[in-house]
Every structure is written in structure tokens, then in C-alpha cells.
């Protein structure tokens, strides 16, 4: 959720524009009191656990697109989305539907009466057939409880009401100094527990009605209409400790937070942010994923995006704190959605390259989501479905539907190992080594060939992917770190991978953009190593004995591969 528009339906409020995400050049960074103090929780609450998924392979695809609910005078998106149920049901394990509810704006994120069905997209019955066309896809929620709006103003709920206005609303709420009503009134809730929203009117989710009202609602409305999961908008704006709470109350399925960082893309700051969010949804009773927005970033600075199509960096893809390689299992990988691209466009992939994209995130670890305006055809330009993929006989469709066949026949799941054996400007290559066959992927321009017995089954312009037999492993692998070593400097690096020789020598990286230093090793007989690196004058030569004067040892704890092949060492 980004832009709204005009609030009707008596949402006295006109929208600005809210961009969560400060935009910067190719290089990328990598690097209340109140009235209504609410009682101990009534919401049920298990021990802590996950999610789980019912296909550790599958492939989720957004069901929408910012101009879906307006696209057609002559049909509903429920409906168009029944139309196309055989091409889903047949490729994806899940789907991700727009906010069900009655809204104040079109595109469902400013809603109003949450227990009302019947929106912009479509028939409450219109839904329920959707969900049940797309079977066995299973039906993921888009869940807006950051904020709501007024039935006739500013922040008189309705169905549900939950209680007395206006207890459900954030003491800090602008509606306290913008709305008669509201200012007039001494009835508010506790302090916002996130970042507000102007839009609407942030809910107080300390407050056990809200907590009980939003879980009768997921459960007796929205999952009593087939819905199994849950994906959490702006989450930005409440406690994670909530989402913790509303998906162990409601046995979530599958949980999903848009958490979208605020500031310049940074992707170590950006990584923290975000766990930071996932790690608290943990203490809530259920742990929940997250929407890889520092892979997005990653990739926009790797291939290009809307404000520089010129970026090419693949050494991005193997930045360490990507998501998918920090916590696989509790990453969702995505190219665009309706924020980034569709009509709005905020942040958007140079569309000449979702072909390598989709290339990589459907063959890595992380449980993918794929936009529809990239899987489907349509009237308007956003729509890239039937595009041709540069280098192959397919269209952008077939693509994805080809590498979701190979993701599935390896066995690729969202906790598969990665190793990344290249990663520079022009070339990134990984192994990922899934339930049935280990893949190698290539993205870029370079040439490569993988050692061992290894079969191209399918390749394009800057992609290729070889399938070899489970548990096969490359002889070499490539290490990198990311760091500013200074003029004349560089990184070595040690251990007791063979060119090491059991930490007696180092080698010297190579540099790329972004300070990226890296170095390709050789993997001793037993397939496991341990490495660290050390920092020193370039001119000590390729390779150099580890106690020779000058070089000092990073700060960090030692690096163990397989599992760790990137690190950002501290000195």
C-alpha cells in the first residue's frame, strides 16, 4: 500500500502521497496514556512457532495489481481471476487476493466496514468462487488492520464497531486535532506501537477489543470465506508482536508483513530493520515471514530500474544481507508488486531484464511471489505476461512457468543451502542444492561452465541453469566481503580451504563496485571449510604469509562453508 485516493464514504480526509523508500544511484548501499489502558490480552496465545507451509517448493502469485478493482467496466476482478483459475491452479501454490473488505478508495486499503465483503473487486459469492476456482492454489488474505476508516467521518467504525468511539483510535492520531468530533471527545485509545498513518485512522491494537474484533473477524469472516493465510499491509504501523498474536490465534497457514524501510536504501540497515520486525513477531506466538524489500533493492541496483536502466552489478544478488541468505525460511523474494510497479510505478525492474530476475529468484531459496501483471496478459502497458524473453522461443509467462518446473523437480525449497561460487559486476553464479537435484545458476552476461556432471536444461540472454545429481558439489567456491578497505588497500583472505594451507596463507580479493572484495577457493576433499579475512596493503602481493607485517585479522568470529560464502568483516 502507497498512494490512495480521495476518501469517499464519508472518510473526511484527503490522502497524500506516502513513498516508504528514499530512492539512490546504481552503486546501491550495501552496508498513550488514554482512558481505555488496556487489561492483559484475551487473545489466545500458543508457544512460539512458525508458519508452515503446505509446499516447501511452491511458488505464490499476486493475485491483483494496483488497477485491477478499476479495470474493466464489464467484468469483476473476482471474476477475472476465475477466468484465469486454470492457469493458476496449475503452477501456484498460493495466491495472494486484494483487501476483501468495503473500502474508502478502490483499491481496498482504506477500509471501512471490515465484516462487508462486497468491495470494488467483487461479490462477496464472487470471492468465495474465486478461492474455490483456484483450488488446489490456496487463498492468502490481504489483511489492512494498520488503520481503518469512519462510516460517515473521520472515525466512526462501523460493522464491526468494536466499542465506544473512539477507544479503537491511537491517542497520537491526527484525527485527535483535524476532526470536531474527535478533538470534542475525551474517549481515545493508548499511543500508536508504530509509525502512523495519515490516511487513515491507526488503530490502538493494545486494546483487547481490537485484538479480539480483528481475530473474530479473520476467523469467523475471512477465513470462514476460504482464506488460510494472511499477508499483513504496512506493518510498519504496529507492533510485530500483534501479527505474532493474530496468526497464533487464527492458525495461520501462511503469514507474510509488508515491511518497506523508510530511509535511502541501505541494505544492512534495511536487513536489521526488517528482522528486527520478524524477530518480534516471534515474541507475539507465531513467527511470522517477511517481503525480501533488501533483495528488491538489491536487484533494482544489479539489472536497473525505472530512474536508472543503465545499473549493472550482479555482485548485488550475493549481498549477504538479502533476506533469503540471512533467513531463507522467513523470506518471500519478489520482482515488483502493485507498489513498486503496476500503474503506480514507484520502484519498478527495468522490464528488460525480468528475464534474468525471475531466473533467479524462482531457482533460490526464499518462498517466491510472482506480480500478475508479469505472469498475465492485459490492455495496458504495465501488463508483460506475453513478452518474449530475450534469448529463448518463450514468453514471459512460459519463463516463469518453465522455472517454476525446475524449482520443483530439484526440489528447491525456501530453506535450500546456497553456496555462491561467483559474484562479481558481470557475473553471479550459485549452487543450490535442493530435496532432488543440485542446480547451478548463472546470471549475466560472462561465460561459464560448472565442473562435475552437470546438464543445461535451460538457458536465455544473462541466465542459465544446469541440473546436476543431489549432493554434488563444486570444487571451487567463491568467497567475498564487503568492505571500504581504504586507498592502497585491500582484503586477504584465510583458512583452511587448500590455497589457505590451514591458515598459514592468505589471498588477496579482487575488488567490484561496492567495495566488494572477492576471491575464488578451492574446497578440500571433506567439502567443509572454515575462512576469515584480514585486512592489508594491496602491494603485499595475491598471496602472502598471514603473520607477514601489516596485515590484521578482522574482528569476527570465523566463517564456515558450506553455509557461509559472504561476510561484511568489522576491523
Known sequence: MKAQKMFRRGCMYVCGFVLAAGLIGCSGTTGGTGENTAAASSVSLRAATTTTVSDKSGVMLQGFNWASATESSSTTWYQTMINNADAIKSEFAYVWFPPPSLAASD??????????????????????????????????????????????????????????????????????????????????????????????????????????????????????????????DFV????????????????????????????????????????????????????????????????????????????????????????????????????????TGSTQNLWSIDPGDLGPAYAFILTHPGYPCVAWQHYFTGSTDQYKGGMSVSGTEYTLQEHINNLISIRQEAGVCYDSAISVLVATTTLYVAQITGENETLIVKIGGDSYTPSGDYTNVYSGTNFAVWEGSGGTTESDVALSATYDAGYNNALFFTGTFSEGNSWTTAVRGTWTTGNIWTATVTVPSGGSFEWKVMKGSYSLGSSVSTSASGLTWSSDSNASYPGTTSVMPSF
Open 236 to 339: 510498519k504501523g504496529y507492533s510485530g508482536y500483534y501479527v505474532g498474536k493474530y496468526d497464533a490465534a487464527t492458525s495461520a497457514e501462511f503469514s507474510v508483513g509488508e515491511y518497506w524501510p523508510s530511509d535511502s536504501f541501505n541494505s544492512s540497515n534495511w536487513e536489521s530493520e526488517i528482522m528486527s520486525w520478524i524477530n518480534e513477531t516471534e515474541t507475539g506466538g507465531y513467527k511470522s515471514r517477511a517481503f525480501d524489500f533488501v533483495l528488491k533493492g538489491n536487484i533494482n541496483y544489479a539489472f536497473g530500474y525505472k530512474d536508472d536502466l543503465t545499473c549493472w552489478n550482479m555482485a548485488l544478488l550475493a549481498d549477504s544481507n538479502n533476506l533469503f541468505r540471512q533467513v531463507p525460511a522467513y523470506a518471500v523474494t519478489f520482482i515488483d508488486n502493485h507498489d
Open 107 to 232: 483499491e481496498g486499503y482504506l477500509p471501512t466496514q471490515l465484516n462487508d465483503l462486497d468491495s470494488e473487486y467483487g461479490t462477496e459469492t464472487q470471492l468465495k468462487e474465486a478461492i474455490s476456482a483456484i483450488a488446489p492454489a490456496k487463498a492468502i488474505a490481504d489483511v489492512v488492520i494498520n488503520h481503518r476508516c469512519g462510516s460517515t467521518d473521520w472515525g466512526d467504525f462501523t460493522n464491526p464497531k468494536w466499542n465506544d468511539d473512539f477507544y479503537s483510535i491511537c491517542s497520537d492520531d491526527e484525527g485527535f486535532t483535524s476532526s470536531a468530533a474527535m478533538t470534542a471527545s475525551s474517549k481515545r485509545g493508548n499511543a500508536d506501537t508504530g509509525d502512523g498513518y495519515s490516511a487513515g485512522r491507526d488503530l490502538d491494537h493494545t486494546n483487547t477489543d481490537v485484538q479480539n474484533g480483528i481475530v473474530t473477524w479473520m476467523t469467523d469472516v475471512l477465513e470462514d470465506a476460504g482464506f488460510v493465510g494472511w499477508r499483513y
